[in-house]
């Protein structure tokens, strides 16, 4: 075949389909398992609907989990390693306390290890598991691109990266821009507030001495704010308060009208109210009459969060245990 047709043809059509095929550009690729472990996601999701049908609340803490990992050195399971004699691991880190669901990690990685030996990494554990969370909590499902492999390294310090809950609207929006992420995934990870609780030290300050003069925030309802200190008196640290009141354990669209009543926990939560791109979502999603749109994005915004700093190839390794390096 002459080599100016090739070029002309066929190069062309090869860029095309290696663009449309199921790898992206992190190198991830959805089914990474199918030859090495073709049960792996049944496994995952098995064990997962145990899970949740005993301890639905674990739903929250594990989708969490996964946020805390991938804005941290990326998605590569540094949030499950334990602190070793010399060093202290993220874990430790106060923002990371609360988190939950260790030992769901460890109970499949387990079951993996016995199906498909030194395959499975925790990093694609910690994806499926937060993707199967939301799903068994009534939530959207969507095909989560896998090859993620472990990293070698958790610090305290690194930590800083996370969000912190009094962030404002450009904070948060620079954090997310640091991990590759838009204004949209923003708006949308957030609806993830759907699902679960906070400690009452993360939005106290907000009810108790927001300006240092024992005021609240008033970009919070007034009235809520007095639900509020009934919850949480001023030296409850760790009590818990559910962020979408009633319907904490379900996945839905209530964040939103949280959001928009302006009863949302956190600073962060208000100041989507701020900017327009942002309050235009939550204001679309408050009148919409199914979660439709909101269930897509979330599953995007999850893939592309999933995507941030992965370890793939040769990089990192496949941990046998996915609280220590091998
Ligand atoms: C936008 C920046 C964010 C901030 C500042 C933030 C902050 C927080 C805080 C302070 C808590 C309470 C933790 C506790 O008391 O244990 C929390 C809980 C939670 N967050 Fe976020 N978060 C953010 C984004 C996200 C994202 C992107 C997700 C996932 C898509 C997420 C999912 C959750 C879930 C499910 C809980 C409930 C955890 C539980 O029930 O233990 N958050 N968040």
Not at 4 to 17: G, R, T
Not at 255 to 264: A, C, L, T
Request: charged share 25%; aromatic share 8%.
């Amino acid at each position: 075949m002459d080599s100016k047709f090739v070029l002309k043809f066929f190069l062309p059509i090869s860029i095309m389909l290696l663009l449309s095929g199921s790898a992206d550009a992190q190198g991830l690729k959805v089914g990474f398992y199918k030859k090495t472990c073709p049960n792996a996601e049944t496994i995952v999701y098995n064990e997962m609907k145990r899970v949740i049908s005993v301890a639905p609340s674990l739903a929250g803490p594990l989708l969490r989990l996964f946020f805390h990992d991938c804005f941290v050195r990326g998605c590569d399971a540094s949030i499950l390693l334990n602190s070793t004699k010399n060093n202290v691991a993220e874990k430790e880190s106060p923002i990371n306390l609360s988190l939950r669901g260790y030992g769901v990690i460890d109970t499949i990685k387990a079951k993996l290890e016995k199906a498909c030996p030194g395959i499975v990494s925790c990093a694609d554990i910690t994806a499926l598991v937060a993707r199967d969370a939301v799903y068994l909590s009534k939530g959207p499902s969507w095909e989560v691109p896998t090859g993620r492999r472990d990293g070698r390294a958790s610090l305290i310090a690194e930590t800083r990266q996370l969000p912190a809950p009094i962030f404002t609207f450009q904070q948060l929006k620079a954090s997310f821009a640091q991990k590759g992420l838009s204004v949209k995934d923003l708006v949308v990870l957030s609806g993830g507030h759907t699902l679960g609780t906070s400690q009452c030290s993360f939005f106290s300050p907000r009810l108790y001495n927001f300006t240092g003069k024992g005021d609240a925030d008033p970009s919070l309802d007034s009235e809520y704010v007095i639900k509020l200190k009934n919850k949480c008196k001023p030296t409850d640290t760790t009590k818990l308060a559910e962020m979408d009141p009633g319907s904490f354990l379900s996945f839905d669209t209530d964040y939103y009208k949280i959001v928009s009543k302006r009863r949302g926990l956190f600073s962060t939560d208000s100041a989507l109210l701020q900017d327009a791109e942002t309050r235009s979502y939550v204001q679309r999603q408050v009148k919409a009459s199914n979660p439709r749109e909101f269930f897509k994005d979330f599953g995007v915004s999850m893939v592309n969060m999933g995507n941030t700093g992965v370890l793939i190839g040769k990089q990192g390794e496949i941990r046998k245990n996915c609280a220590v390096v091998n």
